[in-house]
Nanobody, 124 residues
Framework: QVQLVESGGGLVQAGGSLRLACAAS????????MGWFRQARGKEREFVAA????????SYASSVKGRFTISRDNAKKMVYLQMNSLKPEDTAVYYC?????????????????WGQGTQVTVSS
């Protein structure tokens, strides 16, 4: 079992940057692919980025590609999301998730564990 705790959210002006972090517990962290999702008010949860077990492979939603970077540190059991050039439409609650399948997936139902989320607000 994996428990996930996100941090790093906050209020930032458009064009600014934030770095989200996700701390994982559990001995088998390196066996999970990890993802970041977000949910804006009144909208469905959507895929943002994912990273493979080793960190060698990544995938991004088209809306964030080139602006966001996902990374992981298996020794520290951490996953990060570096967000640059933020836009007001990036405002959402951001969730960290773990997939026991091990491979990159953008499908919400393939993730087994979820964090509680961290709020990101981008002002114009």
């Amino acid at each position: 079992q994996v428990q996930l705790v996100e941090s790093g959210g906050g209020l930032v002006q458009a064009g600014g940057s934030l770095r989200l972090a996700c701390a994982a517990s559990g001995r088998t962290f390196s066996g999970y692919a990890m993802g970041w999702f977000r949910q804006a008010r009144g909208k469905e949860r959507e895929f943002v980025a994912a990273i493979s077990r080793s960190g060698a492979d990544t995938s991004y939603a088209s809306s964030v590609k080139g602006r966001f970077t996902i990374s992981r540190d298996n020794a520290k059991k951490m996953v990060y999301l570096q967000m640059n050039s933020l836009k007001p439409e990036d405002t959402a609650v951001y969730y960290c998730a773990a997939a026991s399948t091990g491979w990159i997936t953008a499908t919400t139902r393939q993730y087994d564990y979820w964090g509680q989320g961290t709020q990101v607000t981008v002002s114009s």
